[in-house]
Structure formats: C-alpha cells, structure tokens
C-alpha cells in the first residue's frame, strides 16, 4: 500500500446528462492542506459533496485511509464539514451546536465538557456557549461551524467556500488563521474555492477543475510559474496571450514565431508538437518590464498607453503596439501614468518568461 | 386543493350520496373524514410555506455529524417544523370547531357542537344560552387564531436565520 490518505479512482458523477465529475483521479496525502479550485459549475463541489458522502459517484471509488468508503452515509465517514452558509442549527445555541456531534461518540460528560471548551478555545469562541446563531456575526458563525466540525476530530476536513461570505479583511484574516490551525492541529483539509488567490495562499497542493475535469494539480508555485493548458494558466492569475506556431524543435527549446515579432527559440516544457498553430505564448503582466527608453531585453517594443488603472501597490498600464493585435497589460511597480511624455513607452520581454502553451 | 374550490355544500352533498350508497351508517365517523377533507388544503397551506424556505443543508449537517436519518428527523427536522405543525393543527381545530354544512349532512343523531346550538335554536328560551356561547367561541377562536399565526411567523421576517428559514428579501 502506499502512503497516499485519500484516493479518488476513477470518480464518475452524472446528474442526467450532465457530467458534473467526469472520471477524476488523484490522491491526497495525509495532513495536506488540499484545494479543489474551479470555476462555478466546474464539479468542486459535487466532488466534496461525494467525499461526504452528500452524493454517490456513478461510476468508480474512494479510498480514506486504506478502507473503501464509496457507499458508506455520511454518518459512518471520519469526515466533517464545514458548510458554504455554515448551517448552524438555529434552534440550540453555539454550546449545544458543538455538542451535537459528540452524541454518538460514546464519550463521558467530563469528556465532553473538555473538547467543548478545547475546540471553543481553539477557535476563540469562550464566552459565546449561550449565544444562537441570530446572534452571531458573519465571521463567529464561521468559527461555530469550524467548532462543530473539528470537535469530532475527523481525519478529514471538508471545507465548501467557508470563506465566501466574509468580508475582504476578515477573508485575509481567516485564511491566515485557517492556515495556522491546520499545521497545528496536523488534520488533512480539502477546500473548495473558485478564488485563486485564496486557494493559492493556503494551500500545499492545488486541483485546478474545469467541466467535471482536473486541468492540472500541482503545488501553488508550479501553477502560477508553469501552467499546463491555457485554462490554467488564464484562471491562476493574470496573463496576455499572444498568436504563435511553432517550428522545429531544437533540444530542450522550440523555435515558434510570435505574432508579428519574429521567430524565436522558447523553453518547450510541454512537449508541444512541431509545426503547429494550435499554440498560444502567455506572458504574465508583472515579468513585463516598461521604461522610457529602450531595453536590451530580448524583445523590445514600442507601444502606446490607452489606460492605466492605478492599484495603490503597483499600477497596471493598458498597451496598443504596433506587432500585437491585443492591448497588452504590464504591472509595474516603479512608474505611473506621469512618468510617460504623450504616452510613449517601450516595453519589454524575456524570453524565459514567455510560456508556450496548447490551445485545447 | 379540489376541497377548497368546491361549495361546501356540494362538498357534504357527494359525501352523504357516497356515504350511504357505500351502505354506511351517518355519525361522526363521517363527519371526522368530511372535515379531515376540508382542513388538509388549509393545514397543507401553512406546512407548505414553511417547508418552502426550510434550509436542507441542516439536514446534511446533523448527518455530517454522525446522525442517521431518524436522529436527524428528531433533533434537527421536527423542531425546526414544530411550529408550523401546531400552527396548521390549531387552524385545523378552529375550522373543525364551528363547522356547520358537512356536520348538518353527516352528523345523524351525534351532534357537533355548531349542530347542537342549530338545535337550540328552535327553542326561544334558550336563546341567551345559545348567544353566550356564541360570545365566547368567538373570543376562544379569535385567541386560536391570533396564536396559530403567531406560531407560522415565528423565524419568518424579524429574526433572521432564526429558525433555519430563509428570507427573501
């Protein structure tokens, strides 16, 4: 047997014709911080819901800790959940809340007592055991849910858009607290998000999901330096496309040309087949360098800005060129829209950031 | 929903017809099913509102935190119904209460209390008897009444998520 906690083989679910997970696998180690991102509508959910046992796959099976658990409900799974609008019972307070997990558990009262005020402590909610759920803000019922679902000390934790409701400060703060929490408590998190930003900053290793499929999974790094499909790499964060058709491979590097710039020799790390025009170049906004004067980086255009949107951290400039079809967006962090005399600017390119990438 | 388009009488007339051709004796049995006919539309009325903006993922929840379906019903469903349930029972109640047309056709010889009044009626002397009562069945319904709806709002508008009822707003 390997080391792998969860695995999900094969993992089929159909709602009519509609193909919500469409044949997923992979694998979850043990106290992973792991995230299933996607857009809406791209399956996330429903693959946390099967992995609380909420739906049945059609076809294939799961794996927790060695035991197929693919037809047990979700009273008999070591799983708990953390609901998107929390699901707070609203007729016993948060004490009772806690509690009502820890029923069936077969524990002492003095047990009880303990892990109540353990898991209260944990989340910082003492002093709140006699409130109801009206009583709570957006962000305590957020700790209740999280109380209710640890103080089972599940093997797994499943989290659906827990933070969705919050507002942006309190988000930021969640994620952080969240994060600490499961490097302490050493408990595996699956975590469902259609936010990149969330999903990349908390998470070891990332499921990128679109139509029921996994685009890519890898860690946070990776997703962003070295993305796999042009999905990808347009949902983890901001990028140009630009028009390419590759030519001979040469080693390592393929020579593609790139819209009206010429032909160049580029990093093929996906294998990408020669001579063809199914391909796109994405260069990320912030490896873009703008300046007043020409650079001797390995492409240097002259271009005109037509916006700029300025961000506090760094300002965002909207370019039109002469070689390019598409305004070009680069960030900056040095210049505003003063430093440019009649919008002139010239921008520039590393060749070791722009990544190939196949069209479907 | 038919009991509640159809005239009453019509109503207790095709159940009287349907009564005695299936060789039944007239009584309360009758009456009783007459007026479980009548009062389901309006008990269903309420339960259904309520049910409406119930919210299913408390249902999950309680399984989720090792509760099978019965334990789930008991700790999470019916609380979070209870009041809507009394609410359509007390209604219920009330209809039944001071139904007259459908107890005229079916009572036979028991009599319902609106029929026993009908029969008082005929009798001038006992005609205060008969008005007091009359006064104090209106308090006690309107009592009924103004409870039941209480009980149907309860969670619905002031206090949000109070009981698991979603608001639209």
């Not at chain 1, 400060?169 to 994060?179: A, H, N, V």
């Not at chain 2, 008082?120 to 308090?139: D, E, N, T, Y």
Request: glycine share 6%.
């Amino acid at each position: 047997m390997n080391n792998s906690f969860i695995q999900i083989n094969q993992i089929s679910k159909h709602f009519g014709d509609v193909k919500a997970v469409d044949n997923v696998s992979f694998e979850i180690q043990e106290g992973e911080f792991f995230s299933l991102l996607g857009p809406s509508g791209c399956g996330k959910t429903t693959l946390l819901r099967l992995l609380a046992g909420f739906e049945y796959p059609t076809s294939g099976n799961l794996l927790l800790d060695g035991i197929d658990i693919t037809a047990l409900p979700p009273d008999k799974r070591p799983t708990n959940m953390v609901f998107q609008n929390y699901a707070i019972f609203p007729h016993i307070n948060v004490q009772r809340n806690i509690q009502f997990g820890l029923r069936k558990l077969g524990l002492t009262n003095e047990e009880i007592r303990k892990r109540v005020n353990d898991v209260l402590s944990l989340v910082k909610l003492e002093g709140y055991e006699e409130r109801f759920s009206s009583q709570l803000s957006g962000g305590q019922r957020q700790r209740v849910a999280l109380a209710r679902a640890l103080v089972r000390q599940p093997k797994v934790l499943l989290l659906d858009e827990p933070l969705g409701a919050l507002d942006k400060k309190l988000r930021d703060e969640m994620q952080l607290e969240l994060r600490t929490l499961q490097k302490n408590i050493g408990i595996t998190f699956v975590f469902v998000t259609h936010d990149q930003q969330e999903a990349i900053s908390m998470s070891d290793r990332v499921a990128v999901m679109s139509e029921g499929k996994i685009q890519q999974l890898s860690t946070p790094n990776e997703l962003y330096k070295n993305p796999h499909n042009i999905f990808v790499s347009d949902f983890i964060g901001e990028t140009n496309f630009l028009k390419a058709e590759t030519k001979s491979q040469d080693g390592e590097y393929i020579n593609a040309s790139i819209e009206k710039l010429g032909e160049f020799k580029i990093k093929n790390n996906l294998n990408i087949s020669e001579n063809s025009s199914d391909v796109v170049c994405s260069v990320r906004p912030e490896t873009m360098m703008i300046d007043k004067e020409k650079s001797d980086w390995d492409i240097c255009l002259e271009g005109k800005i037509k916006q700029t949107s300025y961000l506090g951290e760094m300002t965002k400039f909207y370019i039109e060129t002469k070689e390019i079809e598409k305004i070009i967006t680069v960030s900056s962090q040095y210049f505003d829209n003063q430093s440019f005399k009649n919008n002139d600017c010239f921008i520039s390119i590393n060749l070791d950031d722009i990544s190939l990438l196949n069209k479907k | 929903m038919m009991p509640f388009l159809i005239p009453e009488i019509i109503l207790a007339v095709s159940i009287l017809v349907i009564w005695l051709s299936l060789g039944f004796k007239l009584g309360l049995i009758p009456v009783t099913l007459g007026h479980i006919l009548f009062c389901t539309p309006f008990a269903m009325l309420i339960l259904i509102a309520r049910i409406e903006g119930f919210d299913f993922s408390l249902e999950e929840a309680s399984r989720d935190l090792g509760e099978n379906a019965w334990g789930t019903f008991y700790r999470v469903s019916l609380p979070l119904y209870l009041p809507g349930i009394i609410a359509s029972l007390l209604l219920s109640f009330i209809i039944s209460f001071d139904e007259f047309i459908l107890a005229f056709f079916l009572t036979g010889s028991d009599a319902t209390l609106p029929m026993y009044m009908w029969g008082q009626m005929r009798f001038i002397q006992k005609l205060p008897h008969v008005l007091a009562l009359g006064a104090v069945i209106i308090v006690f319904t309107t009592l009924i009444v103004l409870l039941a709806f209480w009980l149907r709002n309860i969670g619905q508008g002031k206090d949000k998520a109070g009981l698991g009822i979603k608001i639209h707003e």
